[in-house]
């Protein structure tokens, strides 16, 4: 079975950081590009961050700078480093992956269950 799951999400205060991790089973996903989505309460998904097959990186201008996205292919697991964090940043962090970069949610054929990550002042 093809799934992605999520860790790492939790309460941090202001300022503070967390490392979430996206381990696939299933099916090797070093050939696809991984992202990471996130969902506020009432909010559409949006775009976070992507890593391609070849470790370039995208990143949303909100979270440029604070956030660090990387893959590690022989362990089958994507990261994201938070760096940083502001009370906005709190949402339920999504882990997907495609068959190539978009910063749409569209784009993307596979989806972790998510993690949460609140962030409080």
């Known amino acids: 079975q093809v799934q992605l799951v999520e860790s790492g999400g939790g309460l941090v205060q202001a300022g503070g950081s967390l490392r979430l991790s996206c381990a696939p089973s299933?099916?090797?996903?070093?050939?696809?590009?991984m992202g990471w989505f996130r969902q506020a309460p009432g909010n559409e998904r949006e775009f976070v961050a992507a890593?391609?097959?070849?470790?370039?990186?995208y990143y949303a201008d909100s979270v440029k700078g604070r956030f660090t996205i990387s893959r590690d292919n022989a362990k089958n697991t994507v990261y994201l480093q938070i760096n940083s964090l502001k009370p906005e940043d709190t949402a339920v962090y999504y882990c997907?992956?495609?068959?190539?970069?978009?910063?749409?949610?569209?784009?993307?054929?596979?989806w972790g269950q998510g993690t949460q990550v609140t962030v409080s002042s």
């Open positions: 299933g099916r090797s996903f070093s050939g696809y590009v």
């Open positions: 890593i391609s097959r070849s470790d370039n990186q």
């Open positions: 997907a992956a495609g068959l190539y970069y978009s910063n749409s949610r569209r784009q993307y054929d596979y």
